[in-house]
């Protein structure tokens, strides 16, 4: 049984750092695109940054650039989301999923159509 298990999430004042890990258990295979997304309140589910788990290669949402790093850790099954600059409009639902697909595809067409598997996410809060 596949699972991701997020954590990391709470309250930060604008212009602090956050760090999210992802614990993912259960794949039977190497090559999967692990990505993050966010949900706030009224909006729709949107990419933040993925990674493949095979060469490392993170890509990124524009607002993420400069300020979100992800990186993944296969000693540890683990994929960070490591936030800093932290805005109110960072504010949301942090989820981390899994998929087969290509990089690209995780993230600008993972929310909308769906990736393989999905954690329960993490509450991030950026008050002003």
């Known amino acids: 049984q596949v699972q991701l298990v997020e954590s990391g999430g709470g309250l930060v004042q604008a212009g602090g750092s956050l760090r999210l890990s992802c614990v993912v258990s259960g794949l039977t295979e190497d090559d999967y695109r692990i990505g993050w997304f966010r949900q706030a309140p009224g909006n729709e589910r949107t990419g933040v940054a993925c990674?493949?788990?095979?060469?490392?290669?993170?890509k990124y949402e524009d607002s993420a650039k400069g300020r979100f790093t992800i990186s993944s850790d296969n000693a540890k099954n683990t994929v960070y989301l490591q936030m800093s600059d932290l805005k109110p409009d960072d504010t949301a639902v942090y989820y981390c999923a899994a998929d087969r697909r290509i990089t690209s595809w995780c993230l600008w067409a993972g929310a909308k159509y769906g990736m393989d598997y999905w954690g329960k996410g993490t509450l991030v809060t950026v008050s002003s």
């Open positions: 990674i493949s788990t095979t060469d490392n290669t993170p």
